[in-house]
């Protein structure tokens, strides 16, 4: 029997990328329920109990744990991105313009961009992995029976956490890269630290600050949103906390650079970069 | 205490529960056994609306668990005690938070009193564990987890208490002293258990009165001794040495 040609083609078609399309089909439910997730958060967050005392026990637990590794990223980044630029500004005789483009680079766009990153690595899989060892070990299923609402107490109060730090660990980020970078400049440049500030604040307007610190806003709600979401979700008993772990880092590592170029894009309206 | 009527619950093809039916009444401790997978936890999750039953009736003190909303389920939990298969002890709290953790959603259950230090040291003292208060639970044994697991349960003096495999995982020794246990509790405060299991000697001590659960459907009920002198192959199959 011969099939009508368009039923062939569509046939075909359906054998040789049906694993891609499911994949894509896979990524929009997820998006969905994401979605669905971040609006049962924003549901929540006003109703009371307002459980202030764990939201900040989890500022706390989410700062101090990350800020060690914020602040020796950030100077890395500072004394990389200033060692890597030297020859070529100098080639140009254009030194002396270092500062104002470290601190524009850095303020602008890397200490958010970076600092988030170091951040999903860091919190969004132990949030993912913590919360999807209690499901696993049915620690959330108690909470629900004891009637406190396991959603208001562990993801309401560590999405506002990682919401609330984020901004304050990207400016200790941002600060120790200038450091950094003030650092190179003064052993190869024999530029002063008082010059190099001088010029940095010169060079920088709220409109490089305030763009990035709103968008490291968003990048803390994704951190903690994504790792809430896979690690409440988790499912497959203790194999399902790993992959919970893992899938926080990857979703949200895509996700922080979308929400990167959006903010770019708007940011690009209002300020005409 | 409870009525299940017609309970349905499936996963996909997995039919689990396919008409269960259940009573139990004040005082009484009732023991539901049956092999691993076959829907008896599911059961009790439906009980306390952890899982949503496909279809059936569930009432619960009188109330029907699906008709109530979110505040009224929340206050009937707070009337029914939960012991998980694990334990489920919150890890990152030592013994007297996992205990106070309760409290702070039932505070009218702590008689007005803002302090629960005193509930706490009680629960404690009932299970014999007053010592591990400032105890983490990765520093307890799995029969202290138990204990503790069954003080917090005990906190909001629950009318009913639903054991999930309470003797679970442990040694012969620690499984006898927790049903001697969960025995002084009921004659204590004169609560009703309902007790899913698949361990014999448990179900022999402990029982009034025990139901099989077969595919999905109550097979049998009576008593331990009846259901021991059963010729039914299904129930043999539970009670042969």
């Given at each position: 029997m011969t099939l009508y040609p368009p039923l062939q083609f569509y046939l075909y078609l359906m054998n040789t990328y049906s694993p891609i399309l499911s994949g894509i089909k896979r990524f929009f439910i997820e998006i969905g329920e994401l979605s669905y997730f971040a609006r049962r958060f924003f549901k929540e967050v006003l109703k009371p109990p307002l459980e202030f005392k764990e939201l900040l026990r989890q500022c706390y637990h989410m700062g101090n744990r990350s800020l060690f590794l914020v602040l020796v990223t950030g100077f890395i980044i500072g004394l990389v991105l200033t060692l890597q630029s030297r020859p070529t500004l100098i080639e140009f005789g254009a030194v002396s313009w270092m500062p104002n483009m470290v601190g524009i680079s850095i303020v602008r766009e890397l200490g958010p961009v970076i600092t988030a990153l170091v951040c999903a690595g860091r919190i969004a899989s132990g949030i993912g992995a913590e919360l999807g060892s209690m499901r696993v070990t049915e620690q959330i299923d108690a909470m629900e029976v004891s009637g406190t609402n396991p959603f208001k107490y562990l993801v309401v109060t560590r999405i506002l956490a990682t919401t609330l730090m984020l901004p304050i660990l990207v400016l200790l980020g941002d600060a120790i890269a200038l450091y950094g970078s003030a650092l190179v400049e003064n052993i190869k440049g024999h530029v002063s630290f008082k010059l190099y500030f001088n010029q940095v604040f010169d060079a920088l307007e709220y409109g490089d600050l305030i763009p990035a610190t709103i968008k490291s806003f968003f990048f803390g709600f994704a951190i903690g949103l994504v790792g809430c979401f896979k690690g409440y979700y988790s499912k497959k008993g203790t194999a399902g906390v790993g992959v919970a772990a893992n899938t926080a880092v990857v979703f949200t590592s895509m996700l922080l650079f979308v929400i990167d170029f959006i903010a770019v894009f708007i940011t690009d309206i209002f300020y005409d970069l | 205490m409870i009525h299940i009527k017609d309970l349905y619950k499936s996963f996909g093809n997995n039919h689990v529960l396919n008409g269960f039916n259940l009573r139990l009444y004040e005082g009484e401790n009732l023991v539901v056994m049956g092999k691993s997978g076959s829907g008896k936890s599911v059961m009790i999750k439906c009980l306390v609306g952890l899982i949503q039953p496909d279809k059936g009736f569930i009432s619960v003190m009188g109330k029907e668990i699906k008709t109530l909303d979110r505040e009224t389920l929340d206050v009937l939990r707070s009337d029914i005690g939960f012991l998980f298969q694990g334990s489920a002890?919150?890890?990152?709290?030592?013994v007297r938070e996992n205990l106070e953790f309760p409290l702070r959603r039932h505070k009218r259950k702590m008689g007005?009193?803002?302090?629960p230090e005193p509930l706490v040291v009680e629960a404690l003292q009932n299970v014999g564990l007053?010592?591990?208060?400032?105890?983490?639970?990765?520093?307890?044994?799995g029969g202290m987890k138990r204990r503790v697991a069954l003080a917090r349960t005990l906190i909001l003096k629950p009318k009913i208490i639903l054991y999930d495999e309470p003797t679970s995982g442990l040694d012969p020794i620690t499984a006898k002293e927790i049903i001697e246990l969960m025995r002084s509790i009921q004659k204590k405060y004169g609560t009703s258990s309902l007790i899913i299991t698949h361990d014999v000697d448990c179900a022999r001590v402990i029982s009034e009165r025990m139901v099989l659960l077969v595919d999905g459907i109550n097979y049998v009920e009576g008593t331990f001794e009846e259901l021991n002198r059963s010729t039914d192959p299904k129930v043999e199959a539970f009670f042969k040495k």
């Amino acid at each position: 029997m011969t099939l009508y040609p368009p039923l062939q083609f569509y046939l075909y078609l359906m054998n040789t990328y049906s694993p891609i399309l499911s994949g894509i089909k896979r990524f929009f439910i997820e998006i969905g329920e994401l979605s669905y997730f971040a609006r049962r958060f924003f549901k929540e967050v006003l109703k009371p109990p307002l459980e202030f005392k764990e939201l900040l026990r989890q500022c706390y637990h989410m700062g101090n744990r990350s800020l060690f590794l914020v602040l020796v990223t950030g100077f890395i980044i500072g004394l990389v991105l200033t060692l890597q630029s030297r020859p070529t500004l100098i080639e140009f005789g254009a030194v002396s313009w270092m500062p104002n483009m470290v601190g524009i680079s850095i303020v602008r766009e890397l200490g958010p961009v970076i600092t988030a990153l170091v951040c999903a690595g860091r919190i969004a899989s132990g949030i993912g992995a913590e919360l999807g060892s209690m499901r696993v070990t049915e620690q959330i299923d108690a909470m629900e029976v004891s009637g406190t609402n396991p959603f208001k107490y562990l993801v309401v109060t560590r999405i506002l956490a990682t919401t609330l730090m984020l901004p304050i660990l990207v400016l200790l980020g941002d600060a120790i890269a200038l450091y950094g970078s003030a650092l190179v400049e003064n052993i190869k440049g024999h530029v002063s630290f008082k010059l190099y500030f001088n010029q940095v604040f010169d060079a920088l307007e709220y409109g490089d600050l305030i763009p990035a610190t709103i968008k490291s806003f968003f990048f803390g709600f994704a951190i903690g949103l994504v790792g809430c979401f896979k690690g409440y979700y988790s499912k497959k008993g203790t194999a399902g906390v790993g992959v919970a772990a893992n899938t926080a880092v990857v979703f949200t590592s895509m996700l922080l650079f979308v929400i990167d170029f959006i903010a770019v894009f708007i940011t690009d309206i209002f300020y005409d970069l | 205490m409870i009525h299940i009527k017609d309970l349905y619950k499936s996963f996909g093809n997995n039919h689990v529960l396919n008409g269960f039916n259940l009573r139990l009444y004040e005082g009484e401790n009732l023991v539901v056994m049956g092999k691993s997978g076959s829907g008896k936890s599911v059961m009790i999750k439906c009980l306390v609306g952890l899982i949503q039953p496909d279809k059936g009736f569930i009432s619960v003190m009188g109330k029907e668990i699906k008709t109530l909303d979110r505040e009224t389920l929340d206050v009937l939990r707070s009337d029914i005690g939960f012991l998980f298969q694990g334990s489920a002890l919150y890890d990152s709290m030592t013994v007297r938070e996992n205990l106070e953790f309760p409290l702070r959603r039932h505070k009218r259950k702590m008689g007005g009193n803002t302090d629960p230090e005193p509930l706490v040291v009680e629960a404690l003292q009932n299970v014999g564990l007053a010592d591990a208060i400032d105890l983490m639970p990765e520093e307890l044994s799995g029969g202290m987890k138990r204990r503790v697991a069954l003080a917090r349960t005990l906190i909001l003096k629950p009318k009913i208490i639903l054991y999930d495999e309470p003797t679970s995982g442990l040694d012969p020794i620690t499984a006898k002293e927790i049903i001697e246990l969960m025995r002084s509790i009921q004659k204590k405060y004169g609560t009703s258990s309902l007790i899913i299991t698949h361990d014999v000697d448990c179900a022999r001590v402990i029982s009034e009165r025990m139901v099989l659960l077969v595919d999905g459907i109550n097979y049998v009920e009576g008593t331990f001794e009846e259901l021991n002198r059963s010729t039914d192959p299904k129930v043999e199959a539970f009670f042969k040495k």
